[in-house]
């Protein structure tokens, strides 16, 4: 079977070289992806992977691994963590339809113009009975809106409502990528909706962060299967 897309020219193919040590804060976030996945086999696309900060810890849980992220830049840096890694756009995957038996979005809410449309893409080149994992910005206490203290806790200010891209904001930090690139907010509905409508069934929902308050959430969802609905996920980890 191709992976690719019928008619699909794939972009460019990044070959792996050598490693690198994640970030602080991504090496906090991927114990918890991976305490949320467990050990596994088969096909997985880490969607919009960036600079490869997942993608070491996706291949060590027993999965092949395949990073795609629009920005070459980005994938320059992956490459020297693992592969293979391809330069595309998420909401218009270069993939056949039922490629993989899993996907991982990890902090892309805020990043894509079109979150619905990632969401549904992801169901395209899943399998039946795939798995979605979403882990990444808590809407409620994350986002553009969100002013964080000193003390751990935060300041919400208007603007939750605006499912849009946010250009500025006072409380991003000078020097910060968000004033670079903005921020795109997805309000919970939205993104519960996205995932939803493109069918999945909702296995596990999780609120994650080293602070007082979670910054972080994760979704766990998946296709129905060949044989219909999938079964209620325990309480443990493990997909
Ligand atoms: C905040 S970074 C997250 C990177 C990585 N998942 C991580 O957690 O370290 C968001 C990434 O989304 C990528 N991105 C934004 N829109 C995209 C699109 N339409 N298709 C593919 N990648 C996209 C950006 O280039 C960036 O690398």
């Known amino acids: 079977m191709s992976l690719w897309k019928r008619g699909t020219k794939p972009g460019t193919t990044v070959t792996p070289r050598g490693t690198t040590r994640p970030t602080k804060r991504a090496a906090w976030h991927r114990q918890e992806v991976a305490g949320l996945l467990g050990p596994g086999s088969g096909l997985c696309l880490d969607l919009c992977c960036g600079t490869g900060q997942y993608v070491a810890m996706l291949d060590g849980t027993g999965r092949q691994v395949v990073g795609l992220d629009r920005s070459i830049d980005q994938l320059r840096i992956a490459q020297r963590r693992a592969g293979p890694l391809i330069q595309g756009d998420a909401a218009q995957l270069p993939f056949a339809d039922g490629t993989f038996d899993l996907v991982t979005a990890m902090w892309i809410s805020t990043d894509v113009d079109d979150f619905a449309a990632v969401v549904a893409e992801s169901a395209r080149v899943l399998r039946p009975g795939g798995t979605l994992l979403i882990y990444g910005v808590h809407p409620c206490f994350n986002g553009p809106c969100v002013e964080g203290r000193d003390d751990g806790g935060q300041t919400v200010h208007p603007g939750y409502r605006i499912a ?35 069918g999945f069934v909702i296995e596990r929902v999780g609120e994650h962060g080293a602070g007082p308050l979670p910054n972080a959430l994760a979704l766990t969802v998946r296709l129905p299967g060949r044989d219909g609905p999938p079964q209620r996920a325990g309480r443990g980890g493990g997909i």
């Not at 919970?188 to 409508?197: E, Y």
């Open 164 to 198: 849009d891209w946010h250009r500025e904001a006072p409380w991003w930090r000078p020097d910060g990528i968000r004033r670079r690139v903005g921020m795109r907010h997805v309000p919970l509905a939205d993104l519960f909706m996205a995932v939803l409508a493109a």
